[in-house]
């Protein structure tokens, strides 16, 4: 296992989501709303109600000043599922009973997501610590220490179990620090790092893997555990 570094001292992890101490905000990625409307299995699996469910513990657990939706709350390019659109009201309505701002950034699967989110949706938001959130599938024009992005739904192997994980690197992306979150819906499979090239992650902020630390958050023990760099965890494995 490896040590947190001091520059992740104010990041706190909870459930494929992250806190942000500075900007007293959370931030999560890939909900993917209407991903069961889009599937072509015969009884699909809606999980909208445990996505709410998740997102109102994480309000609860942080009481933030503010949320921030990375990017891919809707699944469907081109068509919008009342199923999306009753769980995007939903998800809005549970930001506002939390006294919580609630903020939208656009992802590659959001070209509709204009005609239902209730506020504004931008292409990225800069928090108050100067922490830049962007989807990660195109650079954002702003510039910031830290980028907090989603997008390539990393997981990692270990003793034989695929997990979601983070990734946090120092100096990792425009001299500042990169954090690519786990996609937030358990029903993505995620793109195992294990044996994989920044290529295989497709976000122009990832132009490597090697230094990059994985990060395991623990359900069972309630805390994030810390993996060396790539380069070194991938002779371990």
């Given at each position: 296992m490896a040590v947190r570094p001091p520059s992740a001292a104010t990041l706190t992890f909870a459930d494929r989501a992250v806190y942000l101490a500075d900007a007293d905000a959370v931030v999560v990625a890939d909900?993917?709303?209407?991903?069961?409307?889009?599937?072509?299995?015969?009884?699909?699996?809606?999980?909208?109600?445990?996505?709410?469910?998740?997102?109102?513990?994480?309000?609860?657990?942080?009481?933030?000043?503010?949320v921030v939706f990375a990017?891919?709350?809707?699944?469907?390019?081109?068509?919008?599922?009342?199923?999306?659109?009753?769980?995007?009201?939903?998800?809005?309505?549970?930001?506002?009973?939390?006294?919580?701002?609630?903020?939208?950034?656009?992802?590659?699967?959001?070209?509709?997501?204009?005609?239902?989110?209730?506020?504004?949706?931008?292409?990225?938001?800069?928090?108050?610590?100067g922490t830049v959130v962007c989807h990660g599938h195109t650079p954002?024009?702003?510039?910031?220490?830290?980028?907090v992005v989603g997008h390539a739904h990393p997981a990692i192997t270990i003793e034989g179990v695929k997990r979601p994980c983070y990734l946090f690197g120092d100096d990792a992306y425009r001299g500042g620090e990169l954090l690519v979150l786990p996609a937030f819906t358990t029903l993505a499979g995620g793109v195992d790092i294990t044996d994989r090239r920044a290529d295989d992650l497709s976000s122009p902020l990832v132009s490597t893997l090697a230094p990059?630390?994985?990060v395991v958050w623990d359900d069972d023990g309630d805390n994030a555990l810390w993996f060396p760099p790539l380069q070194r965890l991938r002779s371990l494995l």
């Open positions: 909900l993917h709303f209407g991903r069961a409307d889009a599937s072509r299995v015969a009884a699909p699996i809606d999980a909208s109600e445990s996505i709410r469910h998740r997102v109102r513990a994480l309000l609860d657990r942080f009481a933030p000043t503010t990017g891919d709350l809707l699944h469907s390019f081109d068509r919008l599922p009342a199923v999306a659109t009753d769980a995007i009201e939903g998800v809005w309505d549970d930001c506002v009973d939390a006294d919580t701002e609630a903020l939208a950034v656009a992802g590659n699967h959001d070209s509709r997501l204009a005609d239902c989110w209730p506020g504004s949706v931008a292409d990225a938001v800069t928090l108050a610590d954002p024009e702003q510039r910031g220490h830290r980028y990059l630390q994985p």
